[in-house]
């Protein structure tokens, strides 16, 4: 059975840099779950980050830097290593990651001003994740991700 590795936060963990979580109540989620199909990853708390910190954006020259200035690029990096190593040691071809987020989204991303305005884009994680041949989708895309799983 397929193993598909997800963001911890869309679990309800309470991962995220204010200390919440984004918990998705997706049938399929509970169903993968029940299956044993999940492998469950916050990539910002892998690279060493703590519970609660400071919002990070990735900035236009690629760096990630935290609301004060901060760069916490390789503690983003060291994540992103550590999801890419979970999907090769379970063979995982498929991740479902927290659209916007700095380390997580696939689509969009936070512009790097810190105003709230998002812009096209891909999380540290995300990227890498795709540079090695692993499919990301976001929370808004499940069943498109369990349609490729059937």
Same mark, same amino acid.
């Given at each position: 059975?397929?193993?598909?590795?997800?963001?911890?936060?869309?679990?309800?963990?309470?991962?995220?840099?204010?200390?919440?979580?984004?918990?998705?109540?997706? =049938?399929?989620?509970? /169903?993968?779950?029940?299956? *044993?199909?999940?492998?469950?990853?916050?990539? &910002?708390? !892998?690279?060493? $980050?703590?519970?609660?910190?400071?919002?990070?954006?990735?900035?236009?020259?690629?760096? =990630?830097?935290?609301? /004060?200035?901060?760069?916490? *690029?390789?503690?983003?990096?060291?994540?992103? &290593?550590? !999801?890419?190593? $979970?999907?090769?040691?379970?063979?995982?071809?498929?991740?479902?990651?927290?659209?916007?987020?700095?380390?997580?989204?696939?689509?969009?991303?936070?512009?790097?001003?810190?105003?709230?305005?998002?812009?096209?884009?891909?999380?540290?994680?995300?990227?890498?994740?795709?540079e090695n041949g692993i499919q990301v989708f976001s929370e808004h895309q499940i069943d498109e991700l369990n349609h490729l799983l059937n």
């Amino acid at each position: 059975m397929k193993k598909i590795l997800v963001s911890a936060c869309l679990l309800g963990e309470k991962v995220r840099y204010d200390g919440n979580s984004q918990q998705q109540h997706h =049938v399929m989620l509970n /169903k993968w779950q029940q299956q *044993g199909r999940i492998i469950s990853i916050c990539p &910002e708390v !892998a690279g060493g $980050l703590t519970i609660p910190r400071e919002p990070a954006e990735i900035q236009p020259d690629s760096r =990630v830097i935290t609301q /004060k200035g901060i760069n916490v *690029g390789h503690q983003f990096l060291l994540g992103a &290593e550590k !999801a890419l190593f $979970l999907c090769q040691k379970y063979e995982i071809r498929y991740a479902l990651l927290k659209e916007s987020s700095p380390s997580c989204g696939s689509h969009t991303i936070y512009d790097g001003t810190f105003s709230n305005s998002k812009i096209s884009g891909m999380g540290v994680t995300a990227a890498l994740l795709e540079e090695n041949g692993i499919q990301v989708f976001s929370e808004h895309q499940i069943d498109e991700l369990n349609h490729l799983l059937n």
